[in-house]
């Protein structure tokens, strides 16, 4: 069982940036893929981010390819999601995923977090 927690979203003006964090108990962290979803008002969720349980490899949305980075630290049992040039079509609040499985995937995630609210004003 994972429990994730996340943190960092808030207001930031087009072309800002925000660093979402993830904060995960359980002793198997490490064993996971983690990944990044967000849900804009109106809309279904959808895919943002993903990575693999060491960090070797990552994934991405092609919608926030070149401006997000995703990244884990397993000692801490975190992982980041750094949001660069941001646009209004950003604004959704981001969830933070969790899967037992080696191999990165977009989809089928077994643990959410709560969500954190990004808005992004043009």
């Known amino acids: 069982q994972v429990q994730l927690v996340e943190s960092g979203g808030g207001l930031v003006q087009a072309g800002g940036s925000l660093r979402l964090s993830c904060a995960a108990s359980g002793h198997t962290f490490s064993s996971y893929v983690m990944a990044w979803f967000r849900q804009a008002p109106g809309k279904e969720r959808e895919f943002v981010a993903a990575i693999s349980w060491r960090g070797g490899n990552t994934y991405y949305a092609d919608s926030v390819k070149g401006r997000f980075t995703i990244s884990r630290d397993n000692a801490k049992k975190t992982v980041h999601l750094q949001m660069n040039s941001l646009k209004p079509e950003d604004t959704a609040v981001y969830y933070c995923?969790?899967?037992?499985?080696?191999?990165?995937?977009?989809?089928?995630?077994?643990?959410w977090g709560q969500g954190t609210q990004v808005t992004v004003s043009s």
């Open positions: 995923a969790a899967r037992p499985i080696r191999v990165v995937t977009t989809s089928n995630y077994d643990f």
